[in-house]
Nanobody, 123 residues
Framework: QVRLVESGGGLVQAGGSARLSCGAS????????VAWFRRAPGKDHILVAA????????LYADSVKGRFAISRDDAKNTVYLQMASLKPGDTDVYYC????????????????WGQGTQVTVSS
């Protein structure tokens, strides 16, 4: 089983940038499709971006297209979410998730989850 750990969250000013990292241990991340979800307290996970196991395919929420970019570096066993032009509405806890299945929009399609990292965008 893969273990996922997110890092890179924090407080960012509106219009600024941040990069989230999802590091893996216990298993090679190259075997997995990986996604970033966000979740507000009491709400469901919402897909932000996802990348296939080989990096050939990506998915993005409409709200982040053109602002966020997901990428992977399998040599470092890490998936990144580069976030730009951040808005207060991007504030949430961001979770990294992985699956050996195909890329998907639903949180139920992902089997392994990190603990989450808080991103707060101030106006």
């Amino acid at each position: 089983q893969v273990r996922l750990v997110e890092s890179g969250g924090g407080l960012v000013q509106a219009g600024g940038s941040a990069r989230l990292s999802c590091g893996a241990s216990r298993s090679a991340l190259r075997r997995y499709a990986v996604a970033w979800f966000r979740r507000a307290p009491g709400k469901d996970h919402i897909l932000v971006a996802a990348i296939s196991w080989n990096g050939d395919n990506t998915l993005y929420a409409d709200s982040v297209k053109g602002r966020f970019a997901i990428s992977r570096d399998d040599a470092k066993n890490t998936v990144y979410l580069q976030m730009a032009s951040l808005k207060p509405g991007d504030t949430d806890v961001y979770y990294c998730a992985a699956t050996t299945g195909r890329l998907g929009y639903n949180s139920s399609e992902y089997d392994y989850w990190g603990q989450g990292t808080q991103v707060t965008v101030s106006s």
